[in-house]
């Protein structure tokens, strides 16, 4: 993963407001050690690493080399995440982007300050829903009983049916909860972004962007819809996050 050249150049993690140049630590993407540190420009500052000007490979340890370097750094400061493998040439090539950027980038930090990214996903605990469907769903149950006596052979096209109306009913029951868990969690929140499903059991997966003063109002709430649902629905909640769906700073190094 080295470039023909064998040029270093400087790694962009993410903008954060600050004047006052510092490092962060050996958390540099690539497994070198490279410091994490600061390049300011008028108030606002690009964090970097020492990297070889290459094109990264979208792994595992990169990504998370990556997503560490932010949250460290989210530790003391509101952070604009820039996408992954950003490279500039060197630090001078930075300044002129700070430079140029420096309104939007400026307004965006404001309107970041505060805020935090909060993760859920609800998903259906498997034997119980199915079980549900069958005692909420008359036409299935009353279906299931018509066929249970038949032979084998004569219950493959109405097994089909049945797994037809299942899938139905399921896809009902998850807009229904899917509906209640988003206006629930929504009204705490400053922003939502859903993302798709993966499994017919998943509800929803969702990111919120929420004012840490209302975290634990959030995080409470999230547990009382646990507990609520506690014999039918697994809840994961993960936070706190960088803004990661919420802001993805996409900078064409070769344009400045």
Known sequence: MT??????????YCIIESDRPRSFGP?????RGDELYMIC???IAAVVSNSPIIKYSVSRENMLA???AIERVMKEHTVLPVRFGTIAED???IAKIL????DRIAELLKTMAGKTELSVIAIFKEDVIYKDITEKYQDIRTFKE????LPPEKTRGPLMEIGRRVEAALHQEREIYKEEILNTLTALSCDVKVMDNYGELMIIKAAFLVERRREEEFDRTVNELADK??????????????PFNFVNLVIETGNY
Do not use: M, Q, S, W
């Not at 470039?3 to 962009?12: F, L, R």
């Not at 958390?27 to 497994?31: D, E, S, V």
């Open 41 to 43: 420009f008028n108030g």
């Open 229 to 242: 649902y506690a014999g039918k629905i697994r809840f994961k909640f993960v936070g706190t996050l960088p």
């Open 3 to 12: 470039d023909a050249a064998g040029k270093t150049g400087k790694y962009i």
């Open 27 to 31: 958390l540099g993407i690539g497994g």
């Open 146 to 149: 018509r066929i249970a006596g």
């Open 91 to 93: 630090e001078e090539k």
């Open 99 to 102: 430079e140029k950027e420096h």
């Open 66 to 68: 990556h997503e560490k």
